[in-house]
């Protein structure tokens, strides 16, 4: 923790303590979104690039720049130990059919428990055994619940989590398979959301809450740091990623500011959140060009961006704005499409919110939006297992036939 100067209210700007405040700014309650502040030239002084050879490839090599204490974690941690370093890769064949050279795909889909909210739910699992947290409970549309009860259960910490009773069934499974208590709210995420953060301050459990909780970003800036070391620190002229909360954009922006004060990147990429079209409300906030927001009732087949109130709005308004990016909204057909797309074209199968990021791709290229020299990087945010009833959707059933050789000839007339 030596590298933290404090913690930074996004709306007033006042810092605190690490051991003054816990989770937001004490001037704005639930609003007051708190950023880790870190003295860079300490760090600049202490750790270089170089240093990174010789560290594990996890999120924990990063722990210098992480605001966590210098425990160890290692292997005997489970899995926690396994976090990030999720593949980036040169997606050739898909980028042709768009006319980009320079296509990544990183799929986080393929961390612990199968969502990029594993990154984050690390870090609240280290911060609350530092809180000495007899309990760890948060709100989730699905993804940072089973995060959190897996990065939980491979350190023994009781999980309660809420989620909305439409959550996929595989994403409940995992979270009872995990041992968590689990609460399904007859509600929304929303609803869920308020439901946690009431919970957690009556029973004092640790809160792990999207944009309550000042350490999930921070966790989830690990993915930026990997995109632009995975490019051999030649950071991508932009990054595609979906957007709910607005944590995980905000926390690519976190993580590629620190580069950038570092000095370990020299450019800033520009960062495009894509929203589902029924749940576009940073859309309409980044349109309109203001930092206020009108909660919606949300409605998209992709449940882990289905958020009616973007609760890290803030950030996630200015890491587009000040990147140079856009926001773009996609419609639920584009997300299927996507997801057939991105498995068929690179062998990566996402869940609906996690191929939401290439369908904004598609349509910012055929709008012209990016050029076909740019190097662009799609995040993918959540493995297609999750939902598998969106799968199917996006492609149909599978043919049944006879158990003989004359109904595949029947089904199968002459191939290729
Ligand atoms: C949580 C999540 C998102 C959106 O992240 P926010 O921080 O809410 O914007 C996107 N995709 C998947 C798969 C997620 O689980
Ligand atoms: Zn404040």
């Not at 609003?31 to 502040?37: Q, R, S, T």
């Not at 990030?84 to 768009?98: I, M, Q, S, V």
């Amino acid at each position: 923790m030596g590298y933290i100067l404090g913690l930074r209210c996004v709306l007033c700007g006042e810092e605190y303590n690490t051991n003054q405040v816990t989770y937001v700014c004490p001037k704005h309650g639930d609003e007051g979104i708190l950023d880790v502040v870190y003295d860079y030239a300490a760090i600049g002084r202490a750790f270089s690039r170089n240093d990174l050879a010789n560290k594990p490839p996890n999120i924990w090599r990063y722990q210098t720049l992480l605001p966590i204490p210098d425990v160890s974690i290692d292997d005997t941690t489970g899995a926690l130990w396994s976090v990030g370093w999720t593949p980036l890769y040169h997606a050739e064949r898909l980028g042709r059919d768009l006319g980009l050279a320079h296509l990544y795909v990183k799929d986080d889909g393929r961390n612990p428990t199968a969502s990029l909210k594993d990154r984050a739910s690390a870090v609240a699992v280290i911060k609350a055994r530092e809180a000495g947290a007899e309990v760890a409970t948060t709100a989730s549309s699905g993804n940072a619940a089973s995060a959190l009860a897996g990065m939980a259960a491979s350190t023994g910490l009781p999980t309660v989590i809420f989620v909305p009773e439409t959550a996929p069934q595989a994403k409940v499974a995992q979270l009872l398979i995990f041992g968590a208590r689990v609460l399904l709210v007859q509600g929304t995420y929303d609803q869920a959301f308020d439901l946690c953060l009431a919970a957690s301050k009556e029973y004092g459990w640790y809160c792990r809450n999207t944009a309550y909780n000042p350490y999930m970003s921070e966790g989830k800036k690990t993915a930026a740091y990997e995109i632009c070391e995975q490019l051999n620190w030649r950071a991508p002229d932009r990054i595609f990623v979906s957007v709910g909360d607005g944590c995980i954009i905000g926390g690519l922006w976190k993580g590629l500011r620190d580069l950038a004060a570092l000095g370990w990147i020299d450019r800033m990429p520009k960062l495009m959140g894509v929203q589902a079209a029924g749940s576009a409300v940073l859309v309409e906030a980044w349109r309109r060009g203001t930092e206020e927001i009108t909660p919606i009732v949300p409605q998209t087949i992709a449940d882990s961006i289905s958020v009616g109130i973007p609760r890290d709005r803030i950030k996630a308004l200015r890491a587009v704005r000040e990147t140079g990016g856009a926001y773009l909204a996609v419609t639920d057909e584009e997300i299927l499409d996507a997801m057939r797309l991105l498995a068929r074209g690179a062998g990566v199968f996402a869940e609906p919110a996690g191929a939401t990021a290439y369908a904004g791709l598609v349509q910012a290229e055929h709008a012209g939006q990016v050029d076909s020299g740019e190097r662009v990087v799609v995040l993918v945010t959540g493995n297609g297992l999750k939902d598998v009833a969106s799968a199917i959707k996006a492609t149909g059933q599978a043919q049944r036939i006879a158990p003989t050789m004359d109904a595949v000839r029947a089904a199968v007339p002459k191939m290729p």
